[in-house]
């Protein structure tokens, strides 16, 4: 085969790589195991563009090398099915979302199988089919039956916790449950009937049905997760959004908030993501005070880390949303908070968070009392107080606060100058000698001991008690849509019931649309006939997208397994994976549900590891090359980027696929929409050169570039090099289809060290020079360094090297192109494959052996020498280390281009430093 013919190469050895299941893992083996996973992706129709597959290769990589290394590996892929965008578009055209999404699943595969990635694909899951989503359903069964006993710091069956509460009632219960359960007797508890009873273990159960204050999106008729809400409108259409009440399906992460945060210290993660856990989950240690409110009996309660500054509270803040604020707001003032309400709840918690700016509340018209100082305050909303975060309520110091200072000073309320100067920068109100000053009865001591002593008088008076509290809430589980996984639950009596084990997978039903009910109901209120046992309400809410995805890791395991999630055997072979690759967005989403979820179900014994994965590596972007034309106003003439300045002119995006090096393809541009027709182009050079800027891979800016496309016109061992030449994986870095040509001349060049101009094989036995072993095994050695550090790109660099030095030496030495393409078939693989062939081997590179580089091939034993005549660098020449210095000498005296500059002298003294210059002095 004389020409590199890459399109037939790799399309013969991904057929071969499908019949053969050369990547089939091994459900259990001797060999150490390795678990690479991506984070699955989920299908749109638009498929991949060229910026999707860079984290794929990266795992690819890996995985293809630890194969080589002798380990059993897992690769997985599948696709995260259901979701809203399939949803919208079934409302939008009557089609049902399980027909979009298997035709982007398809053209999905099609394009993965392109890039010849060793996935696995007998164990490809999709969370939208019933045999993956009756284990979704199964695990959550799990979850309602279980309640997190603090005691032994783990979730423990709710048989366990009624058999206690019929012995002793809940008194003596350290348990995760409502803040508002109540107390109660064995005597109560085995007088209350079914509906109380259910009540309340729904308080102790981890995934409940309460009142949650949730993200409603009318236009889209369903429940919004704070990070699909943008500046409060939807992500996704950009619909607006209002906070209310709705009763939803909840899962109690909370209860593991301090088992998450301990997590993190044992997992290689990169930092910003666990600080952004860390900062998510949110813990603080402080007290929790009770704020009588003047001529009513409820409290408010307020959490504060600074109990010391009790004595600097000079106004209380409640949330908009918070229970208290339409029973005690006055007749007077009743009208401007309920329009204040109105507002605020169209706002997201997002937006109420990071708005630091604007100063907004109003006055209640009700006064709250100090626990500990018995001082008259007034009470307020603002919405920088969220319902969600803590009690809701806040007691604003602010001489200390930076917002309540803001607050105050912009409504003209007072401001203890309790801090010495009234400098609201000071970290505790302390004076110079750091002791406490105009505080009672704290006045004299340091801040921890002031902190220390008003939680012990709180408690005291009874007014407060030491507490430790996170800012992270329980997850809303619901989701008022149709293509999700069906919650099975059935109410009889308005008490949740599970369907029984054997009735899994509870199925979708089939609907006449994917729109809420005429009555407000979700669109599951529309199947017909759709009740348990012909009688009892289903669950109408579906669960949410992340839902499938919080477990998904283990079904790979164990793909057909029709009678356990999978294998308990399978399980404690593979423990969790080695290495995850995706993107950090997932930061406070997926990544913290998959842990939670992980750690419940190794609390039930069902899971080896507490945590699901072990290092984490979150992909760059790969940003688009964007090209820009230059129409003349009021014209159909464009004018070249060169020449532009001399007109008024608009810039428009053009399609990257119809340029080439920045020059524009004329007649591909006049075809491309019909308005362009009748074009006119004012050129420079003969040429239309475009303009160009870096920008986010979009189709609204025609700078998505289709991976499919590369692969058509350079191959794919050229795209999945050039994505990984392009920079360190997690870095962002822009695309220019420009720079694959460099990739596509090496891997051309490296198949000329194998064949000639006819196609012969060159590839000899002779033994290789050590210049040769030299430059095979520093390769060997760097690129094994670079994938167990995950530095790809350098690789691609050395391998580039490596070759011109072979092909500088006319190197065709079997030694050393056989391991050199070993090392090279992770990222090469279809090349890599036919060159192994084509040297005798009947079995695929995948299970060749990774070469071993060898010290001895890389120790220096010469040195080239820089010679220089009165200091002026003449020529270099190379000398083995232990040559005798008059050998250097007479060698040097002997080198025209060394003598020529003597000018006929002869030269006084030659200067030898010993391993690192030569001079001669005429």
């Given at each position: ?9 790799e399309?013969k050895?991904q ?5 053969n ?9 001797d ?5 690479a996973?991506?984070m ?10 060229v910026?999707?597959?860079l ?14 290394k ?10 995260d099915a ?17 027909i ?18 060793s996935f ?11 045999n ?15 309640y ?6 783990k979730?423990?069956?709710?048989d366990?916790l009624v ?15 409502d ?5 109660f007797?064995?005597v ?17 159960r ?10 409603w999106?009318?236009a889209l ?5 704070n990070?699909?809400?943008?500046g409060?409108v939807?992500?996704r259409?950009?619909?607006?959004v ?15 908030a301090?088992?998450?945060?301990q ?11 666990k ?13 929790e005070l009770?704020?009588?409110i003047?001529?009513a009996?409820?409290k408010?309660k307020?959490?504060t ?16 949303e ?40 109003v006055?209640?018209g ?22 969600g ?6 007691m ?16 003209g ?33 340091q801040v ?12 005291e ?17 619901s989701?008022?849509r ?6 099975p ?7 949740p ?5 054997d ?8 609907i ?14 529309r ?8 009688q ?10 992340w ?5 998904y ?15 308990e ?9 080695d ?31 507490q ?7 979150n992909?760059?972007?790969?940003q ?29 995006h ?6 080439d090096n ?35 891979m ?9 991976p499919?496309?590369i ?12 994505e ?13 289809t ?22 012969n ?22 690129v ?6 995950f530095?790809?790109?350098?690789s ?5 090297i490596c ?5 500088q ?17 992770p990222?090469a693989p ?8 084509q ?19 890389l ?21 083995a280390?232990?040559t ?19 000018d ?19």
């Amino acid at each position: 085969m004389s020409e590199y013919n890459f399109n037939q190469i790799e399309k013969k050895w991904q057929r071969y790589w499908e019949e053969n299941q050369t990547f089939k893992a091994t459900a259990t083996s001797d060999k150490p195991k390795y678990y690479a996973l991506d984070m699955f992706p989920y299908p749109s129709g638009a498929g991949l563009h060229v910026g999707h597959p860079l984290g794929y290769i990266a795992s690819d990589i890996v995985s293809r090398y630890k194969r080589l290394k002798g380990f059993n590996v897992l690769h997985p892929m599948g696709f995260d099915a259901f979701g809203l965008p399939a949803e919208q578009y079934a409302i939008q055209t009557g089609q049902h979302p399980a027909i979009t999404t298997e035709q982007n699943i398809t053209r999905y595969v099609e394009q993965l199988k392109n890039i010849g990635f060793s996935f696995d694909w007998e164990r490809e899951i999709r969370t939208s089919e019933p045999n993956y989503y009756k284990w979704t359903q199964w695990i959550f069964m799990q979850l309602f039956n279980s309640y997190y006993n603090y005691s032994t710091d783990k979730a423990e069956p709710i048989d366990a916790l009624v058999r206690v509460f019929e012995l002793s009632g809940n008194e003596q219960v350290n348990a995760a449950c409502d803040e508002d359960t109540p107390a109660f007797s064995s005597v109560d508890w085995n007088n209350f009937n079914e509906q109380e009873k259910s009540e309340i273990l729904l308080k102790y159960r981890l995934t409940y049905v309460a009142e949650a204050v949730v993200n409603w999106c009318p236009a889209l008729g369903t429940v919004l997760a704070n990070d699909e809400v943008v500046g409060g409108v939807s992500e996704r259409g950009g619909y607006p959004v209002e906070r209310k009440k709705m009763r939803q399906w909840m899962m109690r992460i909370t209860a593991y908030a301090e088992r998450l945060l301990q997590g993190l210290e044992e997992i290689d993660w990169p930092e910003p993501i666990k600080e952004m856990q860390r900062n998510w989950i949110g813990k603080s240690v402080g007290a929790e005070l009770d704020f009588a409110i003047e001529g009513a009996e409820d409290k408010i309660k307020v959490f504060t880390t600074r109990i010391d500054t009790i004595f600097g509270v000079s106004f209380v803040v409640l949330a908009p949303e918070h229970d208290l604020v339409e029973q005690i707001t006055t007749d007077d003032q009743r009208a401007a908070v309920e329009e204040y309400v109105n507002v605020a709840k169209n706002r997201s918690e997002r937006e109420r968070m990071t708005d630091v700016k604007t100063v907004s509340g109003v006055f209640t018209g009700a006064y709250a009392v100090n626990p500990i100082s018995g001082e008259k305050v007034q009470i307020w909303i603002a919405d920088y107080v969220l319902a969600g975060y803590g009690t809701g309520a806040v007691m604003a110091v602010p001489g200390h606060d930076s917002r309540d200072y803001a607050f105050a000073k912009h409504f003209g309320l007072p401001i203890p100058q309790v801090v010495e100067g009234g400098n609201i920068e000071e970290e505790a109100y302390a004076g110079k000698d750091g002791k406490i000053i105009n505080s009672g009865f704290l006045n004299g001591l340091q801040v921890k001991e002031a902190i220390k002593a008003g939680i012990a008088k709180a408690e005291e008076l009874g007014v407060g008690k030491g507490r430790t509290q996170y800012r992270m809430r329980d997850a809303v589980f619901s989701r008022q849509r149709y293509w999700g996984e069906p919650v099975p639950v059935y109410f009889k009596d308005d008490i949740p019931h599970l369907i029984k084990e054997d009735e899994l997978p509870l199925e979708l039903p089939k609907i006449d649309q994917y729109l809420p009910t005429e009555t407000g109901e979700p669109p599951l209120g529309r199947a017909v006939d759709w009740k348990y046992e012909n009688q009892y309400e289903f669950e109408l809410s579906t669960m949410p997208g992340w839902a499938g995805s919080s477990w998904y890791w283990y079904r790979y395991m164990d793909p057909k397994n029709d009678t356990a999630f999978a294998d308990e055997d399978i399980v404690k072979y593979w423990r969790n994976v080695d290495l995850y690759i995706g993107g950090s967005e997932h930061a406070t989403g997926h990544l913290l549900y998959s842990r939670f979820w992980n750690k419940f179900m190794f609390d039930m014994g069902l899971v080896v590891e507490q945590e699901p994965f072990k290092k984490l590596i979150n992909q760059g972007m790969i940003q688009g090359r964007s090209n820009f034309v230059y129409r003349i106003n009021g014209t159909n003439q464009y004018v070249s980027y060169g020449l532009k300045d001399q007109y008024e002119t608009s810039q428009l995006h053009v399609d990257v696929n119809i340029v080439d090096n920045d020059v524009l393809d004329l007649e591909a541009f006049k075809n491309w929409r019909p308005e362009n027709a009748g074009a006119e182009f004012i050129l420079e050079d003969g040429k239309y050169i475009c303009g160009v800027e870096i920008e986010k891979m979009s189709k609204s800016k025609y700078n998505v570039v289709n991976p499919d496309d590369i692969v058509e016109r350079q191959g794919a061992d050229t795209l999945r090099m050039y994505e990984m030449f392009l920079g360190p994986l997690e870095q962002f870095k822009p695309w220019n289809t420009n720079g694959m040509d460099g990739v596509h001349k090496f891997l051309k060049k490296y198949w000329k060290l194998f064949f000639d101009k006819e196609g012969n094989l060159l590839v000899t036995d002779e033994d290789p020079t050590a210049e040769e072993l030299k430059s095979l095994h520093k390769t060997i050695k760097k690129v094994e360094e670079d994938i167990e550090r995950f530095s790809f790109n350098t690789s691609v660099s050395t391998f580039m090297i490596c070759v011109n030095e072979l092909s500088q030496l006319k190197c065709h030495k079997r030694a050393i192109l056989e391991p050199l393409t070993v090392i090279l078939s992770p990222y090469a693989p279809h090349i890599t494959e036919e060159l192994w062939e084509q040297l005798g081997h009947n079995e695929s590179i995948s299970y060749a052996e990774f070469p071993q580089w060898k010290e001895e091939y890389l120790v220096e034993n010469t040195f080239e020498y820089p010679v220089s005549v009165n200091g002026k660098m003449r020529a270099k020449l190379t000398f083995a280390l232990d040559t005798p210095r008059k050998e250097i000498e007479k060698a040097v005296l002997a080198e025209e281009q060394v003598t020529k500059f003597f000018d006929g002298k002869a030269p006084k003294k030659i200067i030898i430093v010993p391993n690192k210059i030569i001079n001669v002095v005429v």
